[in-house]
């Protein structure tokens, strides 16, 4: 594969997409408009005709097709976590030596030291996170535009090489995403953890909290704002919760704390414990502001 | 005053507004701007000379003025709740007989009774609340432009007379509100309790539960959105939370218990259990995007 002093990548780049869903149809979609040469393994031939009729990818199969994965230079594996690891130790038998591997899944603890365990010596796994998503799943809803105002996180281990870093870098700059960063697996669960689990299971117990339907008749931006995470892919993200257990107990105890000292301090009338904690989270929330 | 058959408000209702904060001047503003004769009364003489010098208002004063008092047609108290009632019984000897009084307050078990319990027989109080703010507080923050994706919502009680609950409602029409509801004054609370005090502790508890700056950097939308009414005014909202203590608790228990079902079966990794609570949430937030 071709990579140029500036980290840019060739167009000579054979691309293997595996998993056409809302993510992996999105990198398709924007890959194949560049110019990439795409192909994608996904489970149902239905999802390969979709992309094909509409020129998301140059060709695709609905089963590991040999020569489609032995003629791949860059792997994108945009599956469901657990399946990462299994589906790289059944098919890696036909990886081109020296073939790099990324993938797209939320959670990388339970991935990355897996995947990198089992992996061909003469191929490498670079782990990447695209922080984007919709409220729908399918290729139907892919869209490439979410990347432009989205984070690429980077996740490298000692077992990588500068050089697939580097790939994975280009590969984040060329689908567009507005920043690129690098963390090492444990920062990035626990970031996630905080981030995008905790407010997520926060959206969707608020939404359990309520059966009375007339209440969106009064429902206000601020409402709307907090639960619009509410409408979530039950199957991925209970998978996402249970592959970052710990550190999403963790993050939840302590939103527990901190939510019960407001609820304590409104029981006994303590106005200062009350304003103190307005006041810091007024003042915390004024950076988030600022980027 | 002049009230016509189809209940809009005459231009030659005279308007006083108590209190010019964030809500009383953007009411000031959007009231003056259609040709209304606006007084107003507010605690600093500063406040007043920047709403005269801008139009604001026709006349004001730093002080219960008698002669601005007794000519008002229409009283609007745009004050911090606990203040309502305190007012009303220093200053109503002025009051021209048959004056009707509203409010802005948001919550309404506290102030209600206790106005209508004081109030002078020829006067009437009819309570509103309209459901806009913005981050910021003072005059200068004033936006008339709040009201029109805004519910205004007319908490009448059974000693309130069909006219008076029309002028509160031509008043909400005036000032442009996107809709106007009719709830009872503990249906107004408990709505609020839900829909607003709870989602505020919720993005307060959120930022507090984090001192680490460097995670704003991988920040998305959804940790944005759920945290944005994280920026609060810690006096009034203190205030708010206290007067409506018993249905806030009530509502932050209920909320406690669903985050912990969670929580406890990500614990026993029950994932059954949380793909039911995310279906559940999934499906109520639906009805929310239809309106």
């Given at each position: 594969m ?9 167009k ?27 192909s994608?393994i996904?489970r ?7 992309a094909?009729s ?10 590991p097709d ?21 589906w790289?130790?059944?098919n ?13 899944t939320?959670?990388?603890g ?19 996170h695209?922080?984007?998503?919709r ?7 892919s869209?490439?535009t979410?990347?432009?105002?989205a ?10 090489t500068?050089?697939?870093i ?6 984040g ?10 963390l ?5 669960d626990?970031m ?17 909290s309520s059966d009375d ?14 639960t619009?995470?509410?409408k ?23 939103f ?14 303590d106005?200062d414990?009350?304003?103190e ?8 929330r ?6």
């Amino acid at each position: 594969m071709t990579l140029d002093k500036k980290y840019v990548l060739g167009k000579d780049v054979k691309i293997l997409i595996v998993g056409l869903g809302m993510i992996g149809g999105s990198y398709a979609s924007c890959l194949t408009k560049q110019g990439y040469d795409v192909s994608a393994i996904t489970r149902s031939a239905e999802t390969i005709e979709y992309a094909l009729s509409r020129g998301i990818i140059a060709r695709g199969a609905a089963s590991p097709d040999p020569s489609l994965i032995s003629s791949a230079d860059l792997i994108i594996i945009a599956l469901y976590p657990h399946t990462v690891a299994e589906w790289i130790g059944e098919n890696q038998k036909y990886f081109k030596s020296g073939a790099v591997v990324t993938d797209v899944t939320g959670v990388k603890g339970s991935v990355v030291g897996a995947v990198q365990k089992i992996l061909r010596d003469d191929c490498e796994f670079i782990a990447a996170h695209p922080m984007a998503g919709r409220e729908k799943s399918g290729i139907k809803y892919s869209d490439d535009t979410i990347f432009r105002v989205a984070n690429y996180i980077i996740v490298p281990t000692d077992k990588n090489t500068e050089e697939a870093i580097e790939i994975c870098r280009a590969l984040g700059e060329t689908l567009g995403f507005a920043r690129i960063s690098v963390l090492s697996p444990d920062e990035h669960d626990e970031m996630i953890a905080f981030l995008s689990q905790l407010t997520h299971c926060i959206a969707v117990s608020l939404m359990c909290s309520s059966d009375d339907p007339t209440i969106s008749r009064y429902t206000g931006d601020s409402f709307r704002d907090l639960t619009r995470i509410a409408k979530i892919n039950d199957e991925m993200w209970s998978e996402l919760f249970i592959a970052n257990k710990e550190k999403l107990l963790f993050e939840m105890d302590n939103f527990l704390e901190n939510f019960k000292a407001l609820r304590d301090a409104l029981e006994r009338e303590d106005r200062d414990k009350m304003r103190e904690m307005m006041r810091t989270s007024t003042e915390r929330r004024e950076a988030f502001d600022k980027k």
